[in-house]
């Protein structure tokens, strides 16, 4: 038992742990949540129903459901003195550096007045965690630009609140489009969870030591940070305006399929899914109806749906079962809804805060707390004789 181990880089075929969470199919393409599948909650929830599916485990009553959002707004606030934090900013931080920071300072905010081992606290820290992801990510946005800060307002559900916060200024009327909502909101829900991606797994480690919760979260916004996780819906927008038109498609599918795997086509492949990633078909299809609610012109989508169709007709994809997903298309949308690309990551990180935490609460509710701690297999040196360094030469 104690010397005996599987070497498994990348822990392609390691399963660290249980969980009730969410299911996924690669071969299928199927991903459900707490038994829903996704295309369902997609078309008929709203990220604070799927919010609560995680925390509670069960979808909520009309009245629950009221409730709980009224909760999760009046919890959008944060301590005026985390507003501090952005002025210390170089002006052209990567917002994704002000998350890190902003949310790891949450722990120096919130650390005495609970106890993880208590259930009912744990539902409180999820709470307060998910609710003010949107405002600590507005409030990024508009640091960066020299904008005034905007409070959340009870005037507005929490999808709402996020783009007031983003976008309205003492200058204009903030007016809710319903459309732009929707989109938004279903975008929410695609990201919630995904079981034990690079991201979540680091909050689970990270949490495994008994570490503050917020912190833990900190620790999942960088792993979900580079190019090969979150870090892709920004990378895919960049290097959909770097091709520029279907003319070069050929030439960048030639640089995704050399060997040195300097370039890979972003938005392309994934760990689990074999088959195409069911949010990125949700993604696709919405794509259309916002870009004509937006009158933006299509001709980057159309440019990544050439780019998608030629890349599946070539062996290199086929054989390795390179499929779209969920990073392909959500840039389009961003940009269209006026979000700036390098904003898309913070994006995913407000998203994602729900399936962190709630995956952060299950690990806890373990009637068994284990560190987690792998193996490594040692190919270094031999041990050898220590040379005092006035006898090295
Ligand atoms: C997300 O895990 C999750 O659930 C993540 C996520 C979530 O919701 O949390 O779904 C969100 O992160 C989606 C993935 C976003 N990342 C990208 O789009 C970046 C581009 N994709 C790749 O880097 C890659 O596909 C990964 C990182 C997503 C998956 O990598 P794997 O499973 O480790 O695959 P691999 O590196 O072992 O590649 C297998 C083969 C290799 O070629 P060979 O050695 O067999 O010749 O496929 C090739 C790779 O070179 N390959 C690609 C490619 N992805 C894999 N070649 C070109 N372009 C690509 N995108």
Same mark, same amino acid.
């Given at each position: ?18 969980s ?15 038994g ?16 609560? +599916? ?13 409730l ?14 985390l ?12 917002p ?9 300072a949450? &722990?120096?905010?919130m ?16 709470i ?16 960066? +630009? ?5 409070y ?8 709402e609140?996020?783009l ?45 030591? +008994?570490?503050?919760?917020? /912190? ?15 870090? /892709?819906?920004?990378?895919v ?44 078909k949700v ?13 933006? /012109? ?62 952060w609460?299950?690990?806890? &509710?373990?009637?068994?707390q284990?560190?987690?701690?792998p ?17 090295r030469?």
């Open positions: 038992k104690s010397g005996y181990f599987t070497l498994d880089p990348g822990f392609s075929s390691t399963g660290a742990c249980m009730t969470m969410t299911y996924i199919d690669g071969d299928k393409g199927e991903l459900l949540y707490r829903y599948p996704i295309e369902i909650l997609a078309k008929y929830s709203s990220y604070i129903e799927v919010c609560y +599916l995680f925390i509670y485990g069960h979808l909520p009553s009309q009245k629950e459901l009221q709980f959002e009224e909760t999760m707004v009046s919890e959008m606030m944060i301590n005026e003195k507003i501090e934090f952005y002025k210390g900013f170089a002006s052209d931080s990567h994704m550096a002000i998350m890190v920071g902003v949310v790891g949450l &722990s120096a905010f650390h005495k007045d609970f106890d993880v081992n208590d259930p009912r606290d744990r539902e409180y820290i999820a307060k965690l998910v609710a003010k992801m949107p405002t600590l990510a507005a409030y990024a946005y508009r640091t960066a +630009l020299g904008l005034p800060i905007v959340p307002s009870k005037k507005y559900s929490f999808i609140n996020f007031y916060m983003m976008f309205s200024t003492p200058m204009n009327d903030f007016n809710v489009d319903k459309v732009i909502v929707k989109a938004l909101d279903t975008i929410f829900m695609l990201h919630a969870d995904h079981e034990q991606n690079a991201s979540t797994s680091t909050v689970r480690i990270a949490g495994s030591s +008994l570490a503050n919760p917020f /912190a833990c979260i900190a620790a999942g916004i960088t792993a979900l940070w580079g190019p090969y996780h979150g870090g /892709a819906n920004e990378a927008l960049n290097m959909l305006k770097e091709i520029g038109n279907k003319e070069n498609i050929p030439k960048y599918l030639q640089k995704a399929k050399s060997k040195d795997n300097s370039f890979r086509l972003m938005g392309f492949g994934h760990r689990v899914y074999k088959n195409y990633d069911p949010r990125a993604m696709q299809e919405m794509c259309y109806n916002v870009l004509e609610k937006t009158k933006r /012109a299509n001709d980057i989508l159309e440019l990544a749906i050439q780019l998608e169709q030629t890349a599946l007709k070539e062996d290199y994809f086929i054989q390795r079962k390179l499929y779209p997903n969920v990073d392909f298309y959500t840039g389009i949308v961003y940009e269209a809804l006026s979000i700036p690309t390098s904003m898309f990551t913070v994006m995913f990180a407000v998203q994602r805060s729900i399936g962190w935490i709630c995956q609460m299950e690990m806890m &509710s373990e009637k068994v284990r560190i987690s701690r193996r490594q297999l040692y190919v270094g040196e031999d041990q050898r004789e220590y040379i005092p360094i006035q006898n030469k």
